[in-house]
């Protein structure tokens, strides 16, 4: 299996604390930023405890790190006020700032590779329809539990929460998250399952 080696991997763990530590403190919303990037400070002491047990392959894990700086990025200005969605949303003249949108594609694409490499490393199954239809399944069913929590933040903040909503005035903007999530897990398994198959050391891939 390929992984990452001491170099590489201590290069990608400081890239994430880096921009851990920059969002943090330029944050226009501490408070919206901690909910936005809970995810990469849950995750990243994960990965390090489970590292020798659970070794990450390569592609996984520069996927994580890329996931994190999305996650970073947004919540530093939040989603909805991103200097990069707005540069997008003046070069195509669209009425809102679809910086979220492209999140939860990725949310859907970095995903996908982490339960397929649980799958095929976990289970018996092996590459094909199963695990293609599976892991496109978990992705929906994490992107629809983070709508939970939104609907809970909502719930006990207000209006308070809205920053971390980012809806925009969209009353279609949970079907548009889990949508483009689902897309995103699919599109990542389509063009990466050759190369994350010859990772994992599959034969055949």
Known sequence: MTTVGRTEGGLLIAVTLGALAWTGTHATSLGTWLLEVIWVLIGLPLVLVLRK?????????????????VLCYGGQYTYAETPLGEAVQDLLGTQRNNYDRFAHFVQGFVPAVAVRELLLRRTPLRPGGWVFTLTASVCLAISACFEFVEWLSAVLLGAGAD???????????????????????????????????????????
């Open 53 to 69: 047990r659970f070794p990450l392959t390569r592609l996984l894990c520069r996927l994580l790190v890329f996931h994190a700086l």
């Open 163 to 205: 920053d971390f909503l980012a809806a925009q005035g969209d009353v279609w903007d949970t079907q548009w998250d889990m949508f483009l999530c689902l897309c995103g897990a699919l599109v990542s398994q389509v063009l990466l399952r050759r190369v994350h198959d010859r990772q994992l050391g599959l034969k055949g891939s």
